[in-house]
């Protein structure tokens, strides 16, 4: 897979486009752990990369997003881009195309927003994210109480992500964390909380995981009928 999506990033270059790994591919990279997918961003817009690349799905075209099949492999390829406002607490209203380093501030953590390019074999960090790396801290990018509002579900996926890499919580996350634990079953699908709470169930420090939904408030708003279990 990841000789494929070095011929995609290489084929963006060669017309001219920045391209680079992006996303959770960079964090697993610099953690030594192997990627599951290389996701790719990159300055061409999805009408330039449906010319440049041969075998295309346009699975999210009007939020920038294209998938490419390169040599049997799914790739998901996503224009640099800044969001507008998210009324619905989930997507934004609308995109505006722009560059790397105003895509990585719309990211959700810092850990989840650099960009590596595998040719040049260079990180392309503008959150901090490898300090925050090397640290083993879970934050926010920019205002936590604004990326929660943006994007409910991040509650759970900041819990999640901090206990499967066994990570620890910056004090302004873990606030903010606390603090919108309620808007998990506002305008969040039960489909993307079951996907969380199963991907946290599978982990190795399910139990601590468990423990900080019930800390932050989050286990007796998504299960209660877990937290009225608590010493029975």
Same mark, same amino acid.
């Given at each position: 897979?990841?000789?494929?999506?070095?011929?995609?990033?290489?084929?963006?270059?060669?017309?001219?486009?920045?391209?680079?790994?992006?996303?959770?591919?960079?964090r697993d990279i610099l953690l030594g752990v192997r990627p599951k997918? @290389?996701?790719?961003?990159?300055?061409?817009?999805?009408?330039?990369?449906?010319?440049?690349?041969?075998?295309?799905?346009?699975?999210?075209?009007?939020?920038?997003?294209?998938?490419?099949?390169q040599d049997g492999h799914h790739f998901e390829i996503a224009t @640099?881009?800044?969001?507008?406002?998210?009324?619905?607490?989930?997507?934004?209203?609308?995109?505006?195309?722009?560059?790397?380093?105003?895509?990585?501030?719309?990211?959700? @953590?810092?850990?989840?927003?650099?960009?590596?390019?595998?040719?040049k074999d260079k990180i392309i960090d503008y959150v901090g994210g490898?300090?925050?790396?090397?640290?083993?801290?879970?934050? @926010?990018?920019?205002?936590?109480?604004?990326?929660?509002?943006?994007?409910?579900?991040?509650?759970?996926?900041?819990?999640?992500?901090?206990?499967?890499?066994?990570?620890?919580?910056?004090?302004?996350?873990?606030?903010?964390?606390?603090?919108?634990?309620?808007?998990?079953?506002?305008?969040?699908?039960?489909?993307?909380?079951?996907?969380?709470?199963?991907?946290?169930?599978?982990?190795?420090?399910?139990?601590?995981?468990?423990?900080?939904?019930?800390?932050?408030?989050?286990?007796?708003?998504?299960?209660?009928?877990?937290?009225?279990?608590?010493?029975?």
């Amino acid at each position: 897979m990841q000789p494929a999506s070095i011929k995609i990033i290489k084929e963006l270059k060669k017309a001219g486009f920045e391209a680079y790994w992006a996303g959770g591919c960079v964090r697993d990279i610099l953690l030594g752990v192997r990627p599951k997918d @290389f996701d790719i961003a990159t300055s061409a817009n999805p009408d330039k990369i449906e010319q440049i690349l041969k075998h295309t799905i346009p699975i999210g075209k009007k939020f920038g997003v294209i998938a490419a099949i390169q040599d049997g492999h799914h790739f998901e390829i996503a224009t @640099f881009r800044s969001d507008s406002s998210y009324s619905d607490g989930r997507r934004p209203d609308a995109i505006l195309f722009t560059n790397a380093e105003e895509d990585a501030k719309r990211r959700d @953590f810092t850990i989840n927003g650099m960009f590596y390019d595998p040719l040049k074999d260079k990180i392309i960090d503008y959150v901090g994210g490898q300090k925050d790396l090397e640290a083993r801290l879970i934050r @926010f990018i920019g205002d936590p109480h604004k990326r929660i509002l943006e994007d409910h579900l991040r509650v759970l996926r900041a819990i999640r992500f901090k206990n499967i890499l066994n990570f620890q919580y910056e004090p302004k996350t873990y606030q903010a964390i606390s603090k919108h634990a309620s808007l998990l079953i506002d305008r969040v699908s039960f489909e993307r909380i079951r996907d969380e709470l199963n991907k946290i169930i599978v982990s190795k420090y399910a139990v601590n995981a468990f423990q900080d939904l019930e800390d932050t408030g989050v286990l007796n708003v998504i299960l209660p009928e877990i937290q009225k279990m608590k010493a029975v």
